[in-house]
């Protein structure tokens, strides 16, 4: 999408992004990719499933297998809360939950204030990091979804789903 930014004469994309958090760390993915986010839901744990998935939910008929993604990202566990959430997305034609421990606001911000991660962005394994939203007061790191769930991964959730 590009509109323009008033005041520029050329055009400016401007990037729509689910804002989440996950411990301190703010974290944003593309709105194009969310179908819904929910408060957290019951867990059906699913025997032989892989390390990475969290359990499965039952969403309008649909068996969605659930993420942490603290776990993911390499980040400690931490216990749900009433601000925990799980974002749906749609991946590479799959449907998959993410846990995250809060859901913090929908936001546009221009393409031209993000660059490329450091090497070692807030503990996270950069290979997920699409770029770094500088912003007024804090950052904001854009994950790529399509780079979170490798090939190997898609089968086994396949396989719980």
Known sequence: MTE??????ESTEILQLVSFLI???????????VQEINRMLPLTKVP??????EGVV?????????????SKLGMPKKAH?????????EVNSNTIGFIVDAVSEVIRIPANITEAPPEL???????????????EDRLLILIDLEKMISAKEEE????VA
């Open 4 to 9: 323009k930014v008033e005041g520029k004469s």
């Open 48 to 53: 032989n499933s892989p390390d990475f998935v």
């Open 58 to 70: 039952n969403l309008r008929g649909r068996v969605i297998p659930v993420i942490d993604l603290r």
């Open 121 to 135: 962005a807030a503990g996270v394994d950069t290979e997920f990091i699409k770029s770094v939203g500088k912003l």
């Open 23 to 33: 411990g301190n760390e703010e974290f944003g993915v593309d709105i194009l990719y």
């Open 81 to 89: 809360d009433k601000n925990t959430r799980i974002i749906v997305v």
């Open 156 to 159: 086994d959730l396949k396989a």
